[in-house]
């Protein structure tokens, strides 16, 4: 079966600092793998979503990039970060004959 | 645009009672999929159910089950027997057979009083 870790659960970073977060797909190859952004309460933004191995693409111009060095790694970063940059991102693999994203536990990000 | 609506920020029902909570789109394509997504207070996001557009049937998974209208784009979903544990949020959303990307809606955060 498919698992999709991320990591860390949990980060406090202050305005300036890099920041790199990491999500891995076990059990699949060659997904479409996304990166969302949910503010307190809030609905999901699209971020960057990646169809292959280096192929990003960015929905929103940001403070963010994001890169996908290998076929079941999707790494979300910053060089430095910017209060608006807290959230909680969730990182998802599209697949299943439907096409339904399935979604990891999330990294709840500060920035202070 | 291809959107998603969901009009109501936010729902209460009484435990053991029955909750609708409404869904709209707007697409030009004849086939996709919809779904609704739960996000309970640890956040993690977890498919409820799914409707294929194509299918006039509608969808049901245990106490849940959908009202799928595709001539009036509306994709509602009912929860039956409310419990304590559907407390959560939401989210409805819509995606082409062969496309990329999931349109959400902004979700209805729902309340079940004891």
């Known amino acids: 079966s498919q698992t999709i870790h991320q990591w860390p659960a949990t980060l406090v970073q202050p305005v300036g600092s890099p920041l790199s977060l990491e999500c891995t797909v076990e059990g699949t190859s060659n997904p479409n793998l996304y990166w969302y952004r949910q503010a307190a309460g809030r609905g999901l933004q699209l971020l960057f979503y990646?169809?292959?191995?280096?192929?990003i693409s960015s929905e929103v111009p940001q403070n963010l990039s994001a890169s996908r060095p290998q076929d079941r790694q999707f790494i979300l970063s910053s060089k430095k970060l910017l209060l608006s940059d807290s959230g909680f991102y969730l990182c998802a693999w599209k697949g299943g004959a439907y096409n339904e994203q399935f979604f990891g536990p999330g990294t709840r990000l500060t920035v202070l | 645009a291809q959107t998603v609506t969901q009009s109501q920020p936010e729902m209460s029902v009484q435990e053991a009672e029955t909750v609708t909570l409404s869904c709209t789109y707007d697409?030009?394509?004849?086939?996709?999929?919809l779904f609704w997504y739960k996000q309970p207070p640890s956040r993690q996001m977890i498919l409820v159910i799914r409707?294929?557009?194509?299918?006039?049937q509608n969808a049901t998974e245990n106490r849940f089950s959908v009202n799928f209208q595709k001539a009036a784009k509306s994709f509602s979903l009912k929860i039956s027997d409310s419990q304590l544990g559907d407390a959560a949020m939401y989210f409805c959303a819509r995606v082409g057979t062969g496309g990329f990307k999931t349109i959400f809606g902004a979700g209805t955060r729902l309340f079940v009083k004891a």
């Open positions: 990646s169809v292959g191995i280096g192929q």
């Open positions: 697409t030009s394509e004849s086939d996709y999929y």
């Open positions: 409707q294929e557009a194509y299918k006039q």
